[in-house]
């Protein structure tokens, strides 16, 4: 199915430690951005890129670095991942919907961190 | 800058009520707004969008009308059900998209059977 593909679903880190989340989308959009969700606070933007080679920090980019690796793929590292990055990740890329043709922005299911 | 503000909730109703979640916005031009869903455990889906004024979107029972003049995009249903049990959210973007949605805080409805 096509559609945004994120990992891992859930984690589980030490202050200190590093990660990466990754995520790919096989629909051929330019556009690609991470989110974290918390509750009380809806989604917040952390990183996005417009196109492939091109990077920029969204609305809560501290503690956070991104890779657009190719055109499918876009990582986000915590490199000393702290309590406060606790959360729900979402990737999600911007492009034509095969359904509606409509420019709308595709989620991924999600990646559940948890730091100790 | 841009900023979407709608009722965070819980909004619990019965069966087959009458369903309507507000939702008003503060952006620069013409946006495009949206609204999404999110089942529990699963990533946000798009519900419907609508991109100029008096634009209706529709999908699934859901309607929001596009009103420029009180810069608001209400969700409504005529009849909920229980599987309608979601977090709405409502978005917009008035940068045709690329830096990505400005999202609302999310609203939790739970319908009741």
């Known amino acids: 199915n096509a559609g945004v593909t994120q990992t891992p679903k859930f984690q589980v880190l030490k202050t200190g430690q590093s990660m990466t989340l990754q995520c790919a989308q096989d629909m051929n959009h330019n556009s690609m951005y991470w989110y974290r969700q918390d509750p009380g606070m809806g989604l917040r933007l952390i990183y996005y890129s417009a196109s492939e080679g091109t990077t920029d920090k969204g609305e809560v980019p501290n503690g956070y670095n991104v890779s657009r690796l190719n055109k499918r793929e876009f990582s986000l590292r915590l490199e000393s991942a702290a309590p406060s990055q606790t959360s729900v990740y979402f990737c999600?890329?911007?492009?034509?919907?095969?359904?509606?043709?409509?420019?709308?922005?595709?989620f991924g299911a999600g990646s559940r961190l948890t730091v100790l | 800058g841009d900023s979407v503000t709608q009722m965070e909730g819980p909004v619990t109703l019965s069966e087959e009520a009458f369903l309507t979640i507000n939702c008003t916005y503060t952006a620069t031009g013409y946006p495009s707004l949206f609204w999404y869903v999110q089942y529990p455990g699963e990533g946000l889906q798009l519900l419907l969008k609508a991109t100029k004024a008096d634009d209706k979107g529709s999908n699934k029972g859901f309607e929001a009308t596009y009103r420029k003049e009180t810069t608001s995009f209400h969700l409504e249903k005529g009849s909920v059900q229980v599987s309608d049990s979601a977090v709405y959210f409502c978005?917009?973007?008035?940068?045709?998209?690329?830096?990505?949605?400005?999202f609302g805080k999310g609203t939790h409805l739970i319908i009741q059977p």
């Open positions: 978005a917009l973007t008035s940068g045709g998209g690329a830096d990505g949605l400005t």
């Open positions: 999600a890329s911007w492009g034509r919907d095969i359904h509606s043709g409509a420019n709308v922005l595709t």
